[in-house]
């Protein structure tokens, strides 16, 4: 059982290339998240999603694109990077929406250089 | 506009002592509140939380005391082990919002030594 893994654990991106982050959980959870924590701050949410093929907005979308094709997967694109993005993504999953019950994966280290 | 503020951003305890570490929110419609716990190199994972309807909640070595008049909580470790070196994070929410996925405001985190 490997939870949440996300891929790559780092990039380094170039000024307006793009890229997409991977998240995948294997633990059938309906709800997936995808944060940003940037140097010296907490978590902001990005995107949500309540299952497959619906997905919504949080604190700081702009700049990201998701997708929900299937329970397991939840990619978080980048279109043209800014150095803005650089931060630490963390992608999460919960069976329920009761906040204590999301697991977070490892993360994913992002230079936009 | 911080809502969630943990204005002391490390905190170096002794081993067998009591970590004390505080968190203050401004938006009064938040009621319900987590901890986390986050090691380097890996995800947050979830400590402990309180809903805005108790003022105290326990769970073996840690408690987490909630002031709604003051809009403010604090998360006590006692006894502090070197294990629990790490950094926190308070975080809130609207625990009403149901519907969709309720979301989380984190605080900026505390990062505790706990020193032998």
């Known amino acids: 059982n490997a939870g949440v893994t996300q891929t790559p654990k780092f990039r380094i991106l170039k000024i307006g290339q793009s890229m997409t982050l991977q998240c995948t959980q294997d633990m059938n959870h309906n709800y997936m998240y995808w944060y940003r924590q940037d140097p010296g701050m907490g978590l902001k949410l990005i995107y949500y999603?309540?299952?497959?093929?619906?997905?919504d907005k949080g604190e700081v979308p702009n700049g990201y694109n998701v997708s929900r094709s299937t329970t397991e997967d939840f990619p978080l694109r980048l279109e043209l990077a800014a150095p803005s993005q650089t931060s630490v993504y963390f992608c999460a999953s919960s069976r329920t929406e009761l906040q204590e019950t999301q697991y977070f994966g490892p993360g994913t280290r992002l230079l936009v250089l | 506009d911080q809502q969630v503020k943990q204005n002391s951003p490390s905190l170096s305890v002794q081993e067998g002592r009591i970590s004390i570490l505080n968190c203050d929110y401004t938006n009064s419609m938040f009621d319900y509140f987590l901890w986390y716990k986050k090691y380097p190199a890996e995800g947050p994972t979830f400590l402990i939380s309180i809903s805005s309807i108790k003022d105290k909640n326990e769970d073996g070595r840690f408690t987490v005391f909630l002031n709604k008049s003051a809009k403010h909580l604090s998360l006590h470790i006692v006894p502090s082990q070197p294990g629990d070196s790490a950094v926190y994070f308070c975080?809130?929410?609207?625990?009403?919002?149901?519907?969709?996925?309720?979301?989380?405001?984190f605080g900026t985190g505390t990062r505790l030594q706990v020193t032998l």
């Open positions: 975080a809130a929410t609207r625990a009403l919002y149901t519907g969709t996925a309720s979301k989380l405001t």
């Open positions: 999603s309540v299952g497959a093929g619906i997905t």
